[in-house]
C-alpha cells in the first residue's frame, strides 16, 4: 500500500505543485514569526502584501496551533497556499500533531520536512560523531509519519526535504561525492521532489564575490538526480543580508543585501538549468541567533517594506512573464560561453537552431541553455556576472529566416530598435545585459 501512489518508471512519489500551472515563487518566513524569543502572530495584511511582491506560495514553520490557525485564514483570504514545514527545533510529534489538526486545510500546499537535515537523520548509512541538537533517524521517523497519514486519508499533497549543498565529503556521510549522496536518498526515500540551497554571493575581507564553482556544480548535481528520478528540483535564492561570526565571535564572512541584480542572477541561472520552483531565504527579517545576525530583508523587523521587497516584486514578475519558457520544460543542454572566440561552446550552439556564434566579454561569460517546451525550442542566456553589464553579441546564421520563425523574447532586444524606418534583418544582435541579467529567444523550423 506504501507504494500505491508511486510513479511506475522511477519508483518515485508524485509531484504535486502547491500552484498548478504557475511557476511556484515561494516565500519562507511570511511575517516576523519571532521577536525576543516568543513566536508571533501574523498581521493581518502579511499575505496581501506578499502576494503584491509577486509570491505566490509561502512556508509556515510557527510549531503553535493558534498562530498556524491565524496564518493559514490570512493566506486563504489572499488565495496563498502554504507550505507547512517542520520547525527545526521540535520534536517529531509536535510536527504530527499539527498536521493532524490542518491536513484538511484547502490552502495547505505540502509538507516539508525540516530544513537542512543532516544526514546522520536520515536514517541512512555512514555517518559521522556530529549530533548537533537531532535525533538520530528522527527525519526518517516522521517522513515515514507523514506517508502514512497521506496514504489513510487520501491526501493530494507532496512531502519533500530541503538539503544543503556541500563539498566536504564529511558533511553528506563520506560517500564518494555530493551525487552519491543524493542517489541514496532517491532509494530510500523516492522524493517527490528535490530541493536545496546554495548561496553564491558571499562578502569577505572587504571583497565581494561570487563562489562560482560551487554554484554551478550544484545545478549540475541536482539536474543529473531529477534526470535521473524524473522528478524536478526547486532552488533557493537568497534575499536576507546576513553577517555570519565563527566560534571565537570573530566576523567569518557575510551575504550583502540583494540586488535585483542579485536576485535575477540566482533565479535564472536556476530556472535555465530547469528549477521548477524558487524559493527566498527570508521574506521577513528572522531573529538573530549565536552565530548570525540578520540585517535586512524584503520586510524588516518592524514590518515594512524595504529596497529588497521592490527588487524581489521586479524578478518576481519577470518569473512569472517568462513562465511558458519554463514550467514543465526539458533542459536539452547547458554550456558555458566567454569571450568571442569560435571556441567549442560555439560549434555546440553552431549544431542547433539558427544560431552561429555567441559573444560576450571576455571577464565574465554567461551560460547558455537549450530548452524544449510545448512544440518550441528556446536558448536562454544568463549573465555569470551578476554585479556588472556586458555587451553580448548573438551571431545567427546567414538567411535565418528563411528557415526558422525567431521571436527575440526579452525586451533587452529592443536596444537595436528604430523609429523612423524598418531596418533591415540582420544576422548580427548587440544587446546589453544587466548585472545577472539573461536573454531569451524562442525558435521553430518552419
Known amino acids: 500500500m506504501e507504494n500505491s501512489d508511486r510513479d511506475a518508471r522511477s519508483g518515485s512519489y508524485p509531484y504535486i505543485s502547491p500552484v498548478p500551472g504557475r511557476i511556484p515563487v515561494v516565500a519562507f518566513n511570511p511575517w516576523v514569526s519571532r521577536k525576543d ?66 491536513k484538511d486545510e484547502p490552502n ?135 553577517t555570519k561570526y565563527d566560534k571565537s565571535s570573530k566576523l567569518e564572512h557575510s551575504r550583502p543585501a540583494p540586488t535585483i541584480g542579485n536576485l535575477r542572477y540566482e533565479a535564472f541561472s536556476a ?54 519558457v519554463f514550467l514543465g520544460c526539458t533542459v536539452v543542454n547547458v554550456f558555458t560561453k566567454t569571450g568571442r572566440s569560435n571556441d567549442s561552446a560555439s560549434r555546440t550552439l553552431h549544431m542547433f537552431g539558427p544560431f552561429n556564434n555567441i559573444g560576450t566579454d571576455a571577464d565574465k561569460g554567461v551560460i547558455c541553455s537549450r530548452i524544449k517546451n510545448s512544440g518550441f525550442e528556446y536558448l536562454v542566456i544568463v549573465s555569470k556576472d551578476p554585479f556588472h553589464s556586458q555587451e553580448l553579441i548573438v551571431v545567427y546564421e546567414k538567411d535565418y529566416p528563411d528557415s526558422y520563425d525567431v521571436l527575440e523574447m526579452t525586451p533587452n532586444f529592443l536596444s537595436e530598435a528604430t523609429i523612423d524606418k524598418p531596418a533591415a534583418p540582420s544576422t548580427t544582435r548587440r544587446i546589453a545585459l544587466e548585472p545577472g541579467g539573461y536573454a531569451i529567444i524562442r525558435w521553430k523550423a518552419k
Not at 493581518?44 to 490557525?69: D, M, Q, W, Y
Not at 527545526?88 to 499539527?98: A, C, D, K
Not at 563539498?167 to 530541493?195: C, E, H, V
Request: a neutral charge; charged letters at 20%; glycine letters at 6%.
Open 271 to 324: 530556472l535555465a538549468c530547469g528549477a521548477q520552483g524558487i524559493v527566498y531565504w527570508a521574506y521577513a527579517q528572522t531573529e538573530d541567533n549565536s552565530s548570525e545576525k540578520q540585517l535586512t530583508a524584503p520586510i524588516d523587523r518592524q514590518g515594512s517594506r524595504t529596497d529588497v521587497w521592490f527588487n524581489a516584486r521586479q524578478v518576481n514578475s519577470e518569473i512569472a512573464r517568462y513562465t511558458d
Open 108 to 242: 495547505l500546499g505540502a509538507f516539508e520536512l525540516k530544513d537542512e537535515p543532516p544526514f546522520f537523520t536520515l536514517g541512512i548509512p555512514q555517518y559521522t560523531d556530529a549530533r548537533l541538537d537531532w535525533q538520530e533517524g528522527e527525519v526518517r521517523e516522521i517522513y515515514d509519519t507523514l506517508r502514512r497519514i497521506i496514504i489513510r486519508d487520501r491526501l493530494n499533497l507532496m512531502v519533500f526535504m530541503n538539503l544543503a549543498y556541500y563539498t566536504d565529503r564529511g558533511n553528506f556521510g563520506n560517500y564518494p561525492t555530493y551525487m552519491d549522496y543524493l542517489k541514496k536518498i532517491q532509494g530510500a526515500y523516492r522524493p517527490a521532489m528535490w530541493s536545496y540551497d546554495v548561496y553564491p554571493i558571499i562578502s569577505k575581507d572587504g571583497a565581494t564575490y561570487t563562489d562560482q564553482t560551487k554554484f554551478y556544480n550544484a545545478f549540475n548535481d541536482f539536474m543529473q538526480i531529477s534526470g535521473f528520478s524524473k522528478r524536478p528540483f526547486w532552488a533557493f535564492c537568497m534575499s536576507m543580508q546576513y
Open 37 to 102: 524569543k516568543k513566536w508571533q502572530e501574523a498581521p493581518g495584511n502579511t499575505f496581501k502584501v506578499l502576494g503584491r511582491c509577486g509570491f505566490n506560495t509561502a512556508v509556515l514553520h510557527v510549531p503553535e496551533e493558534g498562530i498556524l490557525s491565524r496564518a493559514f485564514s490570512l493566506a486563504r483570504e489572499s488565495g496563498i497556499p502554504c507550505i507547512l514545514q517542520h520547525y527545526t527545533h521540535s520534536l517529531n510529534n509536535v510536527m504530527e500533531t499539527l498536521v493532524e489538526r490542518f
